[in-house]
């Protein structure tokens, strides 16, 4: 199971862009990247999944290079909601759950 | 549909009880996951149940067992409770079968049980 790395946390203001990087250098081939968002106390919410390129969906976008090795969360024009704990995983996640391991994640901070 | 749910939402239990936990899954689910969050260790997986047989089990001593029922319904048991036991245990359910290439079994979550040891 490939190991990610992000950083512990980041800060931005409303209507920015934001961007997090994950780092997974053994990421396998039948690997694929997800993201999820987790607010306090509650359960982590999925956000985006991608293996290569670029996914986009209504609320982010995931761009992955040609060496799949690393991974970027780009969040356009955020706002004060935003503010939580962002998990980069990798994994074959076709079907199991023990799969899925969560990192420390990327704990998000939005300014007014 | 209903998303998952977790009852109870808080608890509080003392050193040498057990407890035990129920998620309800969504509907048409078949697989149901358990996992602790503390902020020390962060999410942790426990074990993950599909069609009423455990999968897969992470890396937790035998305190904590569990079980799923015909229904999808899961319960999650932890018995002589530490203090380290206190934490958030969360609910995941999911389709549990791959779709094939290129497919993604999402994990839909609970809000949760948060548990508190004393």
């Known amino acids: 199971l490939a190991k990610t790395t992000q950083p512990i946390s980041m800060d931005s203001y409303e209507g920015q862009e934001v961007n997090i990087t994950c780092s997974h250098n053994?990421?396998?081939?039948?690997?694929?990247i997800t993201w999820y968002q987790q607010f306090p106390s509650q359960g982590p919410r999925f956000i985006i999944q991608?293996?290569?390129t670029k996914v986009t969906n209504e609320v982010a976008s995931l761009f992955i290079p040609a060496d799949r090795k690393s991974s970027t969360l780009s969040l356009p024009r955020v706002s004060l909601s935003d503010t939580a704990v962002y998990y980069c995983?990798?994994?074959?996640?076709?079907?199991?759950?023990?799969?899925?391991?969560f990192g420390s994640g990327t704990r998000l901070s939005i300014r007014p | 549909k209903a998303g998952v749910t977790q009852t109870p939402r808080y608890l509080i239990k003392t050193r040498g009880q057990q407890v035990t936990l129920s998620c309800s899954p969504i509907?048409?689910?078949?697989?149901v996951s358990w996992y602790q969050q503390t902020p020390g260790q962060g999410l942790q997986f426990l074990f993950e149940?599909?069609?009423?047989?455990?999968?897969n089990k992470g890396n937790f001593p035998g305190r904590f067992s569990g079980r799923q029922f015909s229904n999808s319904r899961s319960e999650m048991n932890v018995s002589t409770l530490e203090l380290g036991d206190s934490a958030l245990y969360l609910c995941?359910?999911?389709?549990?079968?791959?779709?094939?290439?290129?497919?993604?079994?999402?994990?839909?979550f609970g809000p949760g049980t948060r548990l508190t040891v004393l």
């Open positions: 995941a359910s999911s389709r549990g079968t791959s779709g094939g290439a290129g497919s993604y079994n999402e994990q839909f």
């Open positions: 053994n990421i396998a081939t039948n690997d694929y």
């Open positions: 991608g293996y290569k």
């Open positions: 995983l990798v994994g074959d996640m076709g079907s199991s759950a023990s799969k899925i391991i």
């Open positions: 509907s048409g689910h078949r697989s």
């Open positions: 149940y599909f069609s009423e047989t455990q999968r």
